[in-house]
């Protein structure tokens, strides 16, 4: 399409001397003789009046086929950003806990929307372009070459010289738009931040402080834009100002060679078409020199979300817990440190120290466990490679007399439910809060409510399960949103259960009924408890005390209370 478009196109300015030298100068090119013997014969206005209908046709079909060739293009765009943003997702989906930690939310979300959007408009708009200026710029120099071969030599030749200049240009102006990138990247991390954290700011009284931040991020961009604003704008425009001489010396030869040659003035007429027609298509070709310096730079930041580490996966997928109403889990010489620095200190082993050492835990099918210690003493952390959110160095975890390494991660989240302390909600509907997307009868929502205590707060609500509970579940305490991931736990239906320190937030009434509520439909499951308060972990089976990451003393309540009373309630 974009051929046929670009010959009609291209066809157009050769009518001119036709219409110019046969009808004006006499001088005969056997096309009007053609169309009088073949066509129809007419005078000079009806020969006329017949030309400018066919140009007219041509134009028309050909704006009809641009449109379509634009249209397929957009379509292109728009599937390849579609599968890219997919793609990422797809990727950032797999990525690991520990990876994700580290990531500035807005960089990331960023990269998913102004750089993909970059290469949207690369493929739908400037690759067309590219094209369809490239066909006619080859047709153009094509019939140039027939018209007056010397001339258009000259012409062919010295046009190069613009591209090359703005190739050179091309590359500052790269640089500067990956800096404006990077500006606009730190000043949307700085403002989801600020706003994420809007509640602990207002708290601390530090408006001023981070909004500050965040304004002189704002100044950083709008130097960087103004800076990259009006320079590849200069850049283009000397591109142009270059070209508009070469045109206009252009000109002047193809006079001389009228006067000095046996150009004929109507093919003079065309070559000046043919000029102005190749403007347009060489303005396409030095702004795609710029255009492909900042799409470089955007695959190379959507680029950095591919290279994020993702969990792994393993090569034998196994399911230890299909058939089994609980979980055993063992845990066998387990030791995990976060990396830090460079890479040089991370690849240093006494850089780097063992937030957990030598783990060793032995936890029976449909026990119930409690995990004490000081804060950071590593409790928290244990909970989370127990679910696999984080990857350990050493040692190896049983699920069910199976290995992690032959389980999926997904099979033992699915199995093992992990409630922490500080539970986050979406800004949504406490139903969806609740189901979180799943399909569950009324009658399990309601069961779930009744257990985790929550049908009086449900009840004070506006519109019951269907009122907004705000950002982070903002209209609720701290103890309610403890309760609706409790509730959410009762509705996954799990073989094993994490408490960590899931009910802080509620007094010991409220604790008390809510694990009298819990008794039944905990009694077959596994259960490990994470908590400070003997309230909590005082239907323990057996305890694990942890101190500095290493398991320091375990045994049943009666036992460890028979060693050292008060060290025992000092860990609590």
């Known amino acids: 399409m974009a051929i046929v478009a670009t010959l009609l196109v291209v066809v157009i300015p050769l009518f001119i001397p036709i219409i110019v030298d046969e009808l004006l100068l006499g001088k005969d090119h056997h096309f009007i003789s053609w169309i009088s013997e073949h066509l129809w014969k007419s005078d000079t206005k009806g020969y006329v009046i017949g030309i400018l209908v066919f140009i007219l046709l041509l134009r028309l079909l050909s704006t009809l086929l641009s449109i379509l060739q634009t249209k397929i293009f957009v379509s292109i765009s728009k599937n390849i950003t579609y599968q890219m943003r997919v793609s990422l997702l797809d990727h950032l989906k797999k990525v690991s806990l520990k990876e994700y930690e580290t990531m500035r939310v807005g960089a990331v979300t960023s990269k998913l929307v102004t750089d993909v959007e970059t290469i949207d408009g690369f493929v739908s708009t400037t690759i067309s372009k590219l094209i369809v200026s490239s066909l006619i710029l080859l047709f153009s120099s094509v019939v140039l070459l027939w018209i007056h071969w010397q001339l258009a030599l000259f012409i062919l030749l010295t046009n190069p010289i613009v591209v090359l200049f703005t190739v050179k240009l091309s590359r500052n102006i790269g640089k500067l738009k990956r800096e404006e990138n990077r500006a606009i990247e730190l000043f949307q991390s700085s403002l989801s931040e600020t706003l994420e954290l809007f509640h602990q700011i207002k708290a601390a009284n530090k408006e001023t402080y981070f909004f500050k931040e965040s304004e002189k991020k704002a100044k950083e961009l ?103 109403s609980a979980v055993s889990i063992e845990v066998r010489h387990l030791y995990f440190r976060y990396a830090k620095g460079s890479e040089d200190e991370r690849a240093k082993e006494d850089n780097r120290e063992y937030i957990l050492e030598n783990i060793n835990m032995d936890i029976n099918a449909g026990s119930k466990v409690a995990i004490v210690g000081a804060s950071g003493s590593g409790k928290t952390t244990l909970s989370n490679i127990l679910v696999g959110f984080y990857p350990f160095e050493q040692g190896e975890i049983f699920y069910n007399g199976v290995s992690n390494k032959e389980v999926a991660l ?163």
């Not at 850049?235 to 010396?249: D, H, N, P, Q, R």
């Not at 439910?417 to 009658?443: C, V, W």
């Not at 579940?473 to 609706?484: N, T, Y």
């Open 410 to 572: 997904s099979t033992i989240r699915e199995n093992i439910y992990l409630i922490l302390q500080h539970p986050k909600l979406f800004n949504d509907t406490m139903r969806f809060n609740l189901t979180l997307g799943n399909a569950y009868s009324d009658e399990a929502i309601e069961n779930a409510i009744r257990i985790a205590q929550l049908g009086d707060v449900i009840g004070r609500l506006e519109n019951g399960l269907d009122t907004l509970v705000g950002k982070d579940g903002i209209k609720l305490s701290g103890g309610q949103r403890q309760r609706v991931a409790i509730a959410r736990m009762v509705l996954s239906n799990p073989k094993a259960v994490i408490f960590d320190e899931s009910t802080s937030a509620l007094d010991v009434h409220t604790e008390a009924k809510l694990f009298e509520a819990l008794h039944d439909f905990l009694a077959e499951r596994t259960v490990i408890t994470i908590a400070h308060r003997l309230s909590t972990i005082k239907s323990a089976e057996y305890i694990y005390v942890l101190e500095e990451g290493k398991v320091v003393d375990s045994g049943t309540p009666g036992q460890l209370l028979e060693k050292d009373e008060s060290y025992f309630s000092a860990m609590l």
């Open 222 to 324: 709008k130097e960087h834009s103004v800076n990259y604003g009006y320079k590849s704008d200069a850049a283009m425009k000397l591109s142009y100002l270059i070209f508009l001489s070469g045109y206009e010396v252009f000109r002047a030869v193809s006079i001389l060679a009228v006067a000095y040659s046996d150009l004929s003035v109507g093919l003079m007429l065309a070559i000046f078409s043919y000029l102005w027609v190749m403007v347009t298509p060489t303005q396409d070709v030095i702004n795609f020199q710029y255009v492909l310096a900042t799409a470089k730079a955007a695959c190379k930041r959507i680029n950095t979300i591919f290279e994020m580490e993702q969990e792994p996966l393993p090569p034998v997928r196994k399911d230890p817990f299909k058939g089994h």
